[in-house]
């Protein structure tokens, strides 16, 4: 079985020149460059992890149409690719994100227990941010980091063989 769109040209007919910023457009076209024309599509996660960046750590729903409009792909796929992946937001976050491994072995060397803690004394839920606007607490599916676990991201920075207490101090570091 097979499903026919409109052509992309119908679908986008906006002058990409208008889109994002020229900053941002650059950057997503160094991406674009690493693969062949007919698979510029494929720099679909560079350009949402730009554009969260540009907006303060998450995507719009404008956004994710103006990247669609941008790699001549459909809403519908930037929007699988957004939701499906963990490291996109697709609401406000706090200043800082906090995201613990929950990967078996993670889990087998602490980071339930780590979950735990952050949440009772930060009062903070999975996906949630804490009232101060610090940060945002995220279960992370893979941080990659199974030879030091458990693995704790915040921000950009990894961080192995965590615990309750090195947690905190790492938070208590955050602005």
């Known amino acids: 079985m097979s499903f026919r769109t409109a052509p992309l040209a119908v679908i986008h007919d906006v002058d990409k020149e208008t889109l994002l910023t020229p900053e941002i457009r650059a950057e997503i076209d160094k991406q674009i460059a690493k693969y062949p024309p007919e698979w510029k599509q494929s720099a679909v996660m560079p350009a949402l992890t730009l554009v969260q960046e540009y907006n303060g750590g998450w995507l719009t729903k404008e956004l994710m149409n103006q990247v669609a409009v941008y790699l001549d792909m459909p809403e519908v796929a930037v929007y699988e690719v957004a939701s499906f992946y963990a490291m996109y ?17 993670c889990m087998l060397c602490g980071s339930e227990e780590l979950m735990e803690h952050i ?5 903070v839920v999975n996906g ?25 991201m915040i921000d950009k920075t990894y961080h192995e063989c ?9 938070i208590k570091k955050l602005d």
């Open 89 to 105: 937001d697709l609401e406000p976050v706090g200043r800082h994100k906090i995201s613990v491994c929950n990967s078996i072995s």
């Open 162 to 170: 965590v615990t309750p207490d090195l947690v905190d101090k790492l």
């Open 128 to 152: 949630g941010t804490t009232t101060d606007g610090k940060f945002t607490f995220k279960e992370f599916e893979c941080l990659g980091a199974c030879r030091h676990a458990p693995a704790v």
């Open 119 to 123: 949440q009772k004394k930060y009062g």
